[in-house]
């Protein structure tokens, strides 16, 4: 089993930044993909940002040149930095690893950007 532990999240004025953190425990194998993908309310959950053990990266169109997404191997920890947040970011902001053809998932952080 794989736990993730997310962090981080929290009220933001436009235009501001957050970071989020989320920690893998349990059983990890070294291939995998970890990524966050976020919910807004009346929406589907939508791809964020993710990152291979190889450390090759994919953002969604929106995220691209605002948000980057990060590793610390040591720390099993994956990291979403966010600049210049917009109302629209307003959402619960989940992490993902994707191991074994398997998918876990933590249990979602709040973000809400308003004035």
């Known amino acids: 089993q794989v736990q993730l532990v997310e962090s981080g999240g929290g009220l933001v004025q436009p235009g501001g930044s957050l970071r989020l953190s989320c920690k893998a425990s349990?059983?990890?194998?070294?291939?995998?993909?970890m990524g966050w993908y976020r919910q807004a309310p009346g929406k589907q959950r939508e791809l964020v940002a993710t990152?291979?053990?190889?450390?090759?990266?994919n953002y969604a169109d929106s995220a691209k040149g605002r948000f980057t997404i990060s590793k610390d191997n040591a720390k099993n920890t994956v990291y979403l930095q966010m600049n210049s947040l917009k109302p629209g970011d307003t959402a619960i902001y989940s992490c993902?690893?994707?191991?074994?053809?398997?998918?876990?998932w933590g249990q979602g952080t709040q973000v809400t950007v308003s004035s």
């Open positions: 990152i291979t053990n190889g450390g090759s990266t």
């Open positions: 993902n690893r994707r191991q074994q053809l398997r998918d876990y």
């Open positions: 349990g059983i990890l194998f070294s291939i995998n993909t």
